[in-house]
């Protein structure tokens, strides 16, 4: 018992001599007296000058921790600021570390501020803090004694509060910034679930954004599998002008990432998303219809890079979509990634009435498009109106797409357009030209209406697509007294039409000037389409059906016919 009496005192001893050593230490040493020989380091090493305006704190129990106050890193060999912080503080227990166990109490950050610039030449200005070039390989040898367990990392929190990164790209002149709010993170450490929240907000120049995040969570990692599971995942994204009525983006849903191999796996679920907000404006038309005048400046590639080093996979539903002005709702699509393709299937949704459901696939390794879809029932007129800013058919029908392009350009993808395309349409109409009401100003008869659309009782027709242009040759479409048909093309790569269309009349009726016409059954008049897509013109031939009733009534005031003719083709040659 005296043995363990006197064992028991000299550890007491010991320990009071550790304490008494820790307290001298403490009380006596000043970490504040070395800033000048850690900034003569780091102008030393890297060029950069260290200015630590704050106060360097220490402590040793029941906790080692630091804490650092205002402090600024230049450029290097250069005056002007990189980053600077405002404080930072980091504390570790000191019993875990016995048990090899690093364990931060915390962790705050607040006031960093960090301006990342690349250069004209993609030279960045923190290129030389990447890290040093790696060691060279050594010689085979004896294999060494087996490694000890490796530190466990346990972080009990993360705070950051009032902190940005921003990034300028000199030679395209494109500024982003990132501007933390706060950030606050549960605990870390393997296998254990930890809350996240964010608040932030996102600046860029092009494309112009400027939007508020806010993101909250649960988490868990696995630093064993490397893995990391973000779950009962709640985002939402507003704009940050205070005035905007643009409604805010919401996402639900959970992510898991893997980082051996790297993949991505998810289900997510949105209210509403306009990726139209997410995208450059398109270039203004020229006033007064004219032709757009030739840019002198190379279209913009579309890069598919990153898109070769995917593995992902995941389920996304969204309840209202806006993509290229296009409007759909419930919105469902399976995504598949990997080697450099990704594919879309299941690929469906609500749109204009009607419902879409195909397939899409994108080849980054060749630049490669491909989508097959049907759209059943659909509001035609709106779906032409907001697609291709073309209002030329009214009524619900079915199109039927197989289309495949290439290339890195939108130019290119659309000059490079192939496939197949169908329609059927039933109880719509034409719009741009009322043949009824132009019959019937041919006869003398008065109009009818003022609207200017061709009623269609059904229509038809298929497409043959090759490089970027669209031929049909089997339209056929029904009205009341008029039969259509037609050839022509329609090019999606110039952003023209070129078709002649033919009507046929079926019946005529014989009211005012009836007589002296004739009977229009069976003859035809020819009604070319020109100009650019989204403002396409209409000419009837009139010429062409009056020398058609001419040549049937030869003989029978011919002369007179064809004085009647001229005098109305005066008023309608220019419609």
């Known amino acids: 018992m005296k043995i363990v009496k006197i064992t028991l005192y000299v550890l007491g001893g010991l320990v009071a001599l550790v304490i008494l050593a820790i307290a ?3 009380a006596t040493f000043d970490p504040n007296k070395y800033k000048g020989e850690l900034s003569r380091a780091v102008k030393e090493k890297t060029g950069r000058t260290l200015a630590i305006d704050g106060k360097i704190g220490l402590s040793f129990y029941p906790s080692i921790g630091v804490s650092v106050g205002k402090t600024t890193l230049s450029e290097r060999n250069s005056d002007k600021t990189f980053a600077r912080i405002d404080e930072v503080k980091v504390s570790l227990a000191l019993a875990p570390l016995l048990s090899k166990q690093v364990v931060v109490d915390r962790v705050t950050i607040s006031g960093l501020n960090v301006d990342l610039v690349q250069d004209k030449s993609g030279k960045t200005n923190f290129s030389d803090l990447a890290g040093a070039s790696p060691a060279p390989a050594k010689a085979p040898g004896p294999k060494s004694a ?3 367990e490796a530190m466990q990392l346990n972080v009990a929190g993360i705070e950051v509060r009032a902190s ?18 706060e950030l606050k993170t549960g605990r870390i450490a393997s296998g254990v679930p930890g809350k996240l929240s964010l608040a932030a907000r996102v ?7 400027d939007y508020q995040v806010h993101l909250s969570g649960d988490y ?3 630093f064993e599998k490397q893995t990391f599971t973000l779950s009962g995942i709640e985002l939402r994204i507003s704009d940050a002008a205070p005035s905007t009525k643009a409604p805010p983006l919401s996402l639900k849903g959970g992510v898991e990432f893997d980082a051996v191999p790297q993949a ?7 209210d509403q998303v306009n990726l139209d907000r997410y995208l450059p404006p398109p270039p203004p038309k020229p006033a007064g219809g004219a032709a757009p005048a030739p840019s002198s400046k190379p279209e913009e590639p579309i890069d598919l890079s990153g898109l070769k080093a995917l593995n992902l996979k995941g389920d996304l539903k969204i309840d209202q979509l806006i993509a290229s002005n296009v409007k759909l709702e419930k919105v469902h699509l399976g995504v598949k990634a990997a080697g450099g393709k990704v594919d879309a299937e299941p690929l469906t949704a609500d749109l204009y009435q009607g419902k879409l459901a195909g397939t899409a696939s994108v080849n980054a390794n060749t630049d490669r498009f491909v989508l097959k879809a049907d759209l059943g029932g659909v509001a035609l007129g709106p779906l032409l109106k907001d697609a291709l800013n073309n209002d030329m058919l009214e009524g619900k029908g079915n199109v039927a797409l197989d289309v495949q392009t290439g290339g890195n350009t939108v130019g290119a993808m659309k000059k490079a357009l192939a496939g197949n395309a169908k329609l059927s349409m039933k109880d719509g109409g034409l719009k741009g030209i009322n043949l009824d009401d132009v019959i019937r100003k041919l006869k003398k008869q008065p109009a009818q209406s003022s609207s200017q659309r061709t009623d269609l009782s059904e229509l038809t027709a298929s497409f043959v697509i090759k490089n970027g242009v669209a031929h049909n040759d089997d339209l056929s479409a029904k009205a009341p007294a008029l039969r259509l048909s037609g050839a022509g093309d329609v090019n999606i790569g110039a952003n023209a039409i070129d078709y002649l269309a033919k009507v046929s009349f079926v019946a005529s009726s014989t009211g005012q000037g009836g007589k002296d016409l004739g009977d229009l059954a069976g003859k ?23 020398r058609d009733v001419v040549k049937e009534r030869a003989g029978k005031a011919e002369d007179k016919l064809e004085q009647r003719g001229r005098d109305f083709l005066k008023g309608l040659i220019k419609r």
């Open 164 to 181: 940005s990164v921003g990034w300028h790209d000199e030679a395209s002149g494109n500024r982003y910034k990132a501007t933390i709010d």
């Open 264 to 270: 991505i796996r998810f289900t997510l679920a949105a």
């Open 24 to 26: 001298v230490l403490v």
């Open 220 to 222: 868990r990692l696995n």
């Open 146 to 148: 087996p490694q000890h």
């Open 203 to 209: 600046e860029a120049t092009q494309p112009k954004a």
């Open 524 to 546: 035809t008049l020819p009604v070319k389409i020109d100009g650019p897509l989204d403002a396409p013109q209409f000419h009837p031939d009139f010429n062409a059906l009056l």
